[in-house]
């Protein structure tokens, strides 16, 4: 079993309400080290600085979205290669093409807004699990 108080997560939100929820539910689920990034390229920055365990990010962001920082952060990442960060999306689509590119880079687990706390843990939990090969 993994210790999630242990493991660093950073928040991407532009909407300050929103990270602050997110942050509060994290903080209920048992993490402790809880970072937030207020836009694509803020957490580009804050990614390389906090080396996160998990990323959560609203696709919905200006200037850049959470599918191109996610492709920025996949494509840029400094050697060694490292295992590729899990990241789980939130948002308000369920478009097919936004779902379709989600996939091809990568991302984790979805989770469309509103968010609730049961689902985010539920797909934190799953995302976690497979990352330990479990």
Known sequence: MYDISKIRVL???????????VASMLREIGFREI????????????TKEVDPGLIICDVDME???GLDFVEQMRRHSPPPPTPQIPVILLTAHSEAEIVQRAIKLGVSAYVVKP?????????IVT??????GG
């Open 11 to 21: 928040v991407v939100d532009d909407n300050d309400f929103m990270r602050d929820l």
């Open 35 to 46: 970072f937030h990034a207020a836009d694509g390229e803020a957490a580009l920055v804050k």
């Open 63 to 65: 200037p850049m979205n």
């Open 115 to 123: 968010v609730k706390r049961n689902q985010l843990e539920a797909r």
């Open 127 to 132: 995302v976690l699990e497979k990352m330990r």
